[in-house]
């Protein structure tokens, strides 16, 4: 069965890296393109962005252009997500999803369980 | 880019029909057919119960239904039942490889 597992919560200063990792199973990692999405505390859901593992291409959410990094690692089926200059605003549970059908259509039928990220001082 | 626009609650009785807008714009929701809906429980990970405006992933209820006129989607849960007292979140595709979540509603059951 299809299983998407999360790394552990972090807990970051302010300016720091955070590196989460999303590791798949059960399916063909290659064959599917993978949404991160993060939801902020008593918060909506925000898209941070999207990796297609088989090339490596990858698109962000323009607010977060120049501070994100998506990243796969096939031999491990793996994919990574770096976000840098964390700010408290970055506080959120991190989610990986994969994209079950095309790429524009929104079928994200797989999730992690989320990734917790704290910014604190 | 701005989030959709949704209600932030919807509530109905056991039986009844409630629907949720998803308001946007001509450069998301009122230019593609990418809108999708997502349930989702306290503490967990959302779940998605339409994709390309009005397909239903297998196992999601047939109650569930979904459409689109313009730059508004909208779901429609008929039936209501207890288990269908959620948060419910649009998403649309935005144009340039990005897409966009809804300011969520809570759906209430009475």
């Known amino acids: 069965q299809v299983q998407l597992v999360q790394s552990g919560a972090e807990v970051k200063k302010p300016g720091a890296s955070v590196k989460v990792s999303c590791k798949a199973s059960g399916y063909t990692l290659t064959d599917y393109y993978m949404n991160w999405v993060r939801q902020a505390p008593g918060q909506g859901l925000e898209w941070v962005g999207i990796?297609?593992?088989?090339?490596?291409?990858?698109w962000s959410a323009q607010k977060l252009e120049g501070r994100i990094t998506m990243t796969r690692d096939t031999s491990t089926n793996t994919v990574y997500m770096e976000l840098s200059s964390l700010t408290s605003e970055d506080t959120a549970v991190y989610y990986c999803a994969r994209v079950g059908s095309g790429f524009y259509s929104g079928d994200l039928d797989y999730w992690g369980r989320g990734t917790l990220v704290t910014v604190s001082s | 880019q701005s989030a959709l626009t949704q209600p932030p609650s919807a509530s109905g009785s056991p039986g009844q029909s409630v629907t949720i807008s998803c308001t946007g714009t001509s450069s998301d929701v009122g230019g593609y057919n990418y809108v999708s809906w997502y349930q989702q429980y306290p503490g967990k990970a959302p779940r998605v119960m339409i994709f390309e405006v009005s397909k239903r992933p297998s196992g999601v209820p047939d109650r569930f239904s979904g459409s689109k006129s313009g730059n508004t989607a909208s779901l429609t849960v008929s039936g209501l039942q207890a288990e269908d007292e959620a948060d419910y979140y649009c998403s649309s595709y935005a144009g340039s490889y990005t897409f966009v979540f809804g300011t969520g509603t809570k759906v209430t059951v009475l």
């Open positions: 990796i297609n593992p088989r090339g490596g291409s990858s």
